[in-house]
């Protein structure tokens, strides 16, 4: 080949390799921007995940198909007290009007933004704990309610998660797949009769981030009103993020005290936010997960008694209140005779008798009068001392029997405090139209 056609040659290869170079490439599945210009939210490539998919979370998220996985039902007679579950202690909740927070619409729920300067501490936590966000979690209607966690199978309207990560990493998103990295704050929403103010503070303004990827600026306030009054009462865990990529490092603390909202405030909830294309953000909540053996903690003793839905208290099952000590033998024989002895103007036992007319007795002679007023008198004594014997063995086999029954009792409840602790307190409301 001539020095000419080999130059040729070599051009034409140059040339075909600069056209591949420039031709636009097909994005990968997945390859999203990492940050939308016109909104200034952060896009994350796993944005693409949705609640609709939740069977295949696995397959792109691998964490999501763990054993210690996010939500769960909380089982209440299974719930073992811990006496190092301290009370909870929040710090920089309250925050001035003049420090604003982004609230932003991700395609999955509303987000509040939140300063590291507000922090977790006590509960049984090594380390404190810096807040970073917290999101709501709802259902789809009267039908079909929205928390994440339930309570003996019971799913509340919905859920609040404050999110935090611990103080021994820089950021959130260095914290997040470490072990022990996160704690989340979680408390049930319930409907009641009455607008609860400080959710009010951030409801009124979803009409301004409808769409997915806008973002509006809240006054500050104090976050701590968005859960519940009690803090000391609350269940304990340990599982994942209830989102992809399911990261099994989250300290669960759910409350067993509800929080309040309207049925108006609810509604607002479920019917204002869209997501991807132009979708209603409804029933973005995980489905329960196996607890795969792990243990649920409570900070309070647990439950001996509970209250019947319409009922007075009712002992644990089943049992009566204990009668009263005698048996109730102050009770009047048939016919109105005292047990303990016949009725001073019946006709038997030597009683007096009505008199005749004229005057004269009724059977005989005066009752006062010599041998047959004895004769009357050793009757009624004699037929007294037997029904004084005979209702004093009633009255022994009665208290016999209950002292019995006493003893047995005790002896079954001391079997069940030896191999469960005893724990007493009112579970969290399940009434959704409570007052």
Known sequence: MSPAKRLRLRLSSLQLLLLLWAAPRPCAAGDEEEDDED???????????SYQDMPEWASEFPHCEGRMQSPINIDT???SFSAKLEPLVLSGYDLPPKETLPLVNNGHTVLLGLPKKMTLSGGGFPQPYQAAQLHLHWGSGHSQPGSE???????YAGEIHVVHYSSRFESLQEAASEPGGLAVLAAFLQVGMETNEPYQHILKQLRDIKEEGEETAVAGFDVAKLLPDDLDRYFRYNGSLTTPPCYQTVNWTVFNQTVRLSREQISVLEETLHGDEEEPIQSNFRLLQNLNGRSVLSSFQSLEKVQPPGGGPL?????????????????????GAPRDGLHPTSGQGGGLSSPLPGGAPRDGPHPTSGQDAEKRLGISIHTGDILAILFGSLFVATALAFLFYVRKHRRQASRTHATKPAVLYPLASTDEQAL
Do not use: F, Y
């Open 77 to 79: 007679a299974a719930v």
């Open 149 to 155: 966690h339930t309570v003996d199978g019971h799913r």
């Open 315 to 335: 002992e644990k099952g089943g049992g009566q209140a204990e009668p009263e000590a005698g048996g109730g033998l102050s009770s009047p024989l048939p016919g």
């Open 39 to 49: 909104s200034g939210v952060p896009r994350h490539k796993d944005h693409h995940w």
